[in-house]
């Protein structure tokens, strides 16, 4: 299986600045990578897929990078709304699907 | 709208089964996949299983040692999981996710259902 690493965990940030958050694959993926954003007792939603590619909806201050075993999900300009735990996913070698392990940012 | 809309919370005793429901509205679930994706408090998501919804072929976690069904009725556009020999670690959020396909860039899970809070205890 392969096994998604996120860093950090927890980030604590203020409204305005510049996030990125780190996901790590155990082996090469490609760019078959997606980021979900889950704010407190909500569902997970869909913000990037294909590692850079944005979600129709989603605002352009999120942006993905990366391919092979290394990815980032860069918020630009923080927004209360923001805040929330963010999961990366590999849909490369399947099954299983599997997922980082979450990073909460927090004010 | 695109919605998946599942069944209400459920307490069960150690050992019993439950099964959840996924109805979709504004889309017909033909010839999309299915997934079940699991929440412990206060943890991460795992992945349990798919479905395709036009033929009803599975696959699930091994992690889950065969106790999970996954079944569906296509009349009434709804996805269905049990899960058997529920312990106290089966205590979780429950979702179910559509995706176009099941592995590659377009894999992705859009939308979710709402959740269902399974809770475990004697």
């Known amino acids: 299986d392969i096994q998604m690493t996120q860093s950090p965990s927890f980030l604590s940030a203020s409204v305005g600045e510049r996030v990125t958050i780190t996901c790590r694959a155990s082996?090469?993926?490609?760019?078959?990578l997606s980021w979900y954003q889950q704010r407190p007792g909500k569902a997970p939603k869909l913000l990037m897929y294909g590692a850079s590619s944005l979600q129709s909806g989603v605002p352009s201050r999120f942006s993905g990078s990366g391919s092979g075993t290394d990815f980032t999900l860069t918020i630009s300009g923080l927004q209360p709304e923001d805040f929330a735990t963010y999961y990366c996913q590999q849909t490369y070698n399947v099954p299983p699907i599997t997922f980082g392990g979450g990073t909460k940012v927090e004010i | 709208q695109v919605q998946l809309v599942q069944s209400g919370a459920e307490v069960k005793k150690p050992g019993a089964s439950v099964k959840v429901s996924c109805k979709a509205s504004?889309?017909?679930?033909?010839?999309?996949?299915l997934h079940w994706v699991r929440q412990a408090p206060g943890q991460g998501l795992e992945w349990m299983g798919w479905?395709?919804?036009?033929?009803?072929?599975?696959n699930s976690a091994q992690t889950l040692q065969g106790r999970v069904t996954l079944t569906r009725d296509t009349s009434i556009n709804t996805a269905y999981m049990e899960l058997t020999r529920l312990t106290p670690d089966d205590t979780a959020v429950y979702y179910c996710?559509?995706?176009?396909?099941?592995?590659?860039?377009?894999?992705?899970?859009?939308?979710w259902g709402q959740g269902t809070l399974v809770t475990v205890s004697s």
């Open positions: 082996l090469n993926i490609k760019n078959n």
């Open positions: 479905m395709y919804f036009n033929t009803g072929d599975t």
């Open positions: 504004g889309i017909t679930l033909t010839g999309y996949y």
């Open positions: 996710a559509k995706s176009p396909m099941i592995r590659g860039i377009n894999a992705w899970f859009d939308p």
